[in-house]
């Protein structure tokens, strides 16, 4: 991984560019119902990042200057993915409605959650390690999503809109993949922070949304050969983090929760 330049990297920090965009041309081409149930819980995912903003600043995450500074960018760029996919399904004919919950309501689990990783910052210095590795992880699982849904999907609009998104994704994914590997070279901070996602780690949007559709995407995008291989994909690629040799994610939680992956 290159040195990381956090000047560079937010002169490129913008909404996204939607003018070329052809929304009258998304009905000239079918959508499936199964693309439009993904793209679904895609874009109400984007627009939750407002929530997992909220847990951060509670953390000693934004004391850090650069982590800090990242996170406006992030939060802003992410929020322009929701309203993109949003587009592009009120383009289709299938517009967003109303959550069934109001994001102000969080659920006593969510709650929780929220409790316990701000009294975890609160007393573990290193807090950013954890953080940034499960950034790295969530980032590029989205990442490899969208990839997977372009080709699945086979739309040329929508594969277009992708491959947007995926340009800011692919450089969230840097930042966080290289805090990571910067804070996990000491071994106390990698043994912790491998201890809490061994423990606790589950796919982006996990607890947001209704769990079946989480678990229909999952099947939806990596089923088959080529599905399998951009699951290992994600894995191999943090498993190349300091004390993160031999953990197992992505492959692990499918294999739990949408069966053994057909090899």
């Known amino acids: 991984m290159r040195a990381f330049d956090l000047d560079a990297w937010m002169a490129r920090s913008r909404a996204l560019d939607l003018s070329e965009i052809d929304w009258a041309a998304v ?65 289709a004919g299938h517009p967003v409605g109303p959550r069934r919950r109001p994001r102000s309501r969080e659920p006593l689990a969510q ?14 210095p290193d807090f950013c390690a954890v953080h940034m590795v499960w950034g790295a992880i969530n980032e590029l699982t989205t990442l490899t999503g969208y990839r997977r849904l372009a080709a699945i999907a ?16 692919s450089r969230h994914f840097f930042f966080y993949y290289r805090q990571a590997e910067q804070r996990l070279q000491h071994p106390a901070p990698a043994r912790v922070a491998r201890l809490l996602v061994d423990r606790f780690w589950a796919p982006v949007g996990s607890g947001v949304g209704p769990a079946d559709d989480l678990i229909f995407m999952a099947r939806y995008l990596f089923a088959g050969d080529d599905g399998r291989a951009a699951v290992r994909r994600v894995d191999d690629t943090i498993r190349r983090l300091p004390g993160f040799a031999t953990v197992r994610l992505l492959e692990a939680w499918m294999d739990r929760h949408v069966g053994a992956l057909t090899s």
């Open 27 to 91: 009905r000239l081409c079918s959508v499936s119902s199964d693309t439009i149930r993904t793209l679904r819980y895609m874009q109400d995912i984007e627009f939750h990042t407002i929530i997992y903003m909220r847990k951060l600043l509670a953390t000693r995450a934004i004391d850090d200057p650069e982590v800090a500074t990242f996170l406006a960018c992030w939060l802003h760029e992410e929020t322009f993915h929701g309203l993109a996919l949003a587009s592009f399904l009120d383009a």
């Open 111 to 124: 709650w929780l959650e929220s409790r316990a990783i701000a009294a975890l910052s609160s007393v573990w």
């Open 154 to 169: 086979g739309h040329p609009v929508l594969t277009e809109l992708l491959e947007r998104i995926m340009g800011d994704e």
